[in-house]
């Protein structure tokens, strides 16, 4: 039963490049938590700190309330996935597995049938006298993930453990990994650039970009109340579209924000849950619209927008529509917007078609990125 | 097009040949001298009848035995040998692994110093360290032949690079599993770099098997003398007896083509990292 705490860690290399900033992460007794961000963020040197692979800059890293900083990885009693599995290649199976338990001396006995129950939670019972490279992709991901679990570790680290596999394998392990975080509760963290695996796996994510966090919360709520436009941008696929425009109020007197020279009109609730927002009026601020609150159908309050269509990727189920910029001025040129509409959309490439966008789904940032408003 | 092709291999195998021919006909030459009565040996060289061992026999092996103690320096080249390859292979590959695996003050120029050395011959070093081991008492000794060769540049430098290219992950993997560092270097380092150690290992026994120079310096008791040294005192036990130096020249040769060949499937195989990435 393990709590782990970063408390402003911050990660310097030799070369003065600054992997993690001041980053503060609380990680509760058997949850799963989910370091997502693009290549280069930090989230694996995050890992790598709490594992004890590589010294603390500045700040404090706890596990169950003790300051780990100095503590070897021997002694941290972790267990680590590694992206490439790091299985010993001249073991068999069963010597890899049996690899940790002998490092803390445990009894031939206790040790054989931690490893036959291990080995039967992840289907190698048949495999256990092979050899690292006799054995395929998956297979050689569950000895990984075997090797972690058989010592019974306070927190569990995955480190992209599934960017190996192929699609339908992922798929595959991904349920399973999730099947046996509900069965042993392990406290967990777990490190990956696949936004699917994040929603899907975390209880809580933590999104980070650049060495710093950018919001820590539960899958749902990063998606539905994203804080700044890197989580907007970065959950959903596409992310959310973010366009330049401007807070007015339009001739029937009510709140509304500009796509280039049409406007939406924003509800009259809006405004009296979050009145901060009239301080806005007439000042550039940025609209963001999630593909799929973008529909060919008008439903409901939904506004028409006309849209000069740039091209159409139809994916069977849905399709995606692409959209040139409706801002009023501010974009680069050549910025889309992207809408997900189910089914196939007739007619590809035309000017003015219309859509609709329920005005209650737009969210609103300000000039720095950070959220003003949302649904 | 296809004839060019065709003459440019010729020419490239001829020249080859040329070359396997210059390293054979000594060979050939010491085997067929070795069988043969003395007074024939220099009179067909340079023939081609030099290399048809006529009227075979066996009796310059006997007179080697008989004239000098041929198994002693046998068992010294071994013993010297082997002590150095096996102290060797421990000690430098425990330095090879400190440079390229482990954080420590100075390591850098360590590595530097280490590079530096390389090219620093023993001859260079002959006499100061002839003065340090005649002031130590170690002259006539096993151990004069064995210690100034146990740590060797080269060698660490061949396992600094070896260690380098090894997967990072393994290490970290045993260590979050629980191990030090020498259980690390002994259970999990090792069994992946058997390539490397079998490299290492022929060819310090290459060089140490031909050493002449410093073994004449620091020895001057059969006793401890190796193999080059024995075939040496022919020179100085008249008559000189080609067909004998031949037949100590082949049995002196043989046990390294033992080794190569024993060592051959280490030496030029790869490097398995297996196991490692799907």
Redesign the interface.
């Known amino acids: 039963m393990s709590k782990v705490a970063f408390q402003g860690v911050t990660k310097r290399f030799d070369d003065d490049t600054i992997a993690l900033r001041k980053f503060d992460l609380y990680i509760e007794d058997g949850e799963f938590v989910v370091l997502v961000g693009p290549s280069g963020c930090g989230k694996s040197t995050a890992l790598r700190l709490l594992a004890g692979l590589e010294p603390v800059s500045e700040g404090r890293i706890l596990i169950d309330e003790k300051v780990v900083n100095t503590v070897s990885p021997q002694q941290r009693n972790i267990a680590m996935v590694f992206q490439n599995y790091a299985l010993y290649p001249h073991m068999s199976v069963r010597r890899n597995l049996e690899f940790p338990l002998r490092m803390s001396h445990t009894p031939r006995r206790i040790m054989a049938k931690k490893v036959e129950h291990i080995a039967r939670i992840l289907d190698l019972s048949d495999l256990l006298e092979r050899k690292p490279k006799q054995l395929s992709g998956g297979q050689r991901q569950r000895v990984a993930m075997g090797r972690a679990l058989v010592r019974d570790p306070s927190v569990f680290l995955l480190d992209e453990p599934l960017s190996n596999l192929d699609a339908k394998l992922r798929a595959q392990i991904r349920a399973d990994i999730a099947k046996i975080q509900n069965t042993l509760n392990k406290t967990t963290l777990y490190v990956t650039h696949d936004q699917v695996e994040a929603m899907t796996l975390g209880d809580r994510v933590a999104v980070m970009n650049a060495g710093q966090i950018q919001q820590v919360d539960t899958p749902a709520a990063l998606y539905e109340r994203p804080q700044n436009i890197f989580v907007a941008k970065f959950l959903g696929s596409p992310g959310m579209n973010i366009i330049p425009s401007t807070m007015v109020i339009d001739d029937t007197n009510k709140l509304a924000v500009r796509l280039g020279n049409q406007s939406i009109t924003l509800s009259q609730d809006r405004q009296q849950a979050n009145p901060a927002i009239t301080k806005f009026i007439g000042q550039p601020i940025l609209v963001g619209i999630r593909p799929e609150a973008i529909s060919a159908t008008q439903v409901m309050n939904s506004v028409g927008l006309k849209l000069n269509i740039l091209s159409v990727e139809f994916l069977g189920h849905e399709s995606l529509v692409y959209f040139h910029c409706p801002d009023a001025g501010g974009s680069e040129p050549g910025d889309v917007v992207i809408a997900r509409i189910v089914g196939k959309v007739q007619s590809p490439i035309h000017k003015n078609a219309e859509f609709f966008i329920d005005p209650d789904a737009i969210y609103l940032f300000n000039q720095e990125g950070l959220i003003i408003d949302g649904p | 097009m296809r004839n060019r092709k065709l003459i440019a291999s010729l020419f490239v195998y001829g020249f080859l040949a040329v070359i396997v021919l210059g390293f054979l006909i000594p060979i050939g030459m010491m085997v067929a001298g070795s069988l043969k009565p003395d007074e024939r040996v220099l009179l067909e060289a340079g023939t081609l009848r030099g290399y048809l061992p006529a009227e075979m026999n066996l009796q310059n092996y006997r007179d080697v035995f008989a004239r000098v103690p041929f198994m002693r320096y046998l068992f010294n080249s071994v013993f010297i040998t082997s002590a150095i390859v096996v102290f060797g292979l421990l000690v430098n590959s425990l330095a090879g692994y400190a440079l390229a695996r482990m954080q420590w003050p100075g390591r850098d120029r360590i590595l530097l110093v280490v590079i530096a050395l390389m090219i620093i011959p023993l001859e260079a070093i002959a006499v100061p360290l002839f003065y340090e081991v005649t002031l130590l008492g170690w002259r006539n000794t096993y151990l004069v032949q064995i210690v100034p060769f146990i740590a060797n540049a080269f060698s660490i430098y061949l396992f600094y690079t070896f260690f380098l290219g090894l ?1 990072r ?2 290490e ?9 560092a020498w ?1 690390i270097f002994f259970t ?1 380092i090792v ?2 770099a058997k390539a490397v150690f079998a490299a290492v290992a022929i060819l310090t026994f290459l060089i140490q098997w031909g050493s002449f120079l410093w073994p004449l310096m620091v020895t001057n008791n059969e006793d401890v003398r190796p193999l080059p040294l024995g075939i040496a005192s022919f020179y100085s036990l008249p008559p000189l007896q080609w067909g004998d130096i031949f037949a100590f020249g082949v049995m002196m040769v043989a046990p390294v083509l033992l080794v190569f060949l024993v060592f051959q499937r280490w030496f030029v195989k790869g490097v ?7």
Not at chain 2, 172 to 180: F, N, P, S, T, V
Not at chain 2, 272 to 278: D, E, F, H, I, L
Request: hydrophobic share 35%.
């Open positions: 997967p992950e393994l970290e993997a045993a260590k979050i599993d629980g191990a030090g259980r999990i069994p992946n398995a990292t297996t196991g490692v990435k799907g």
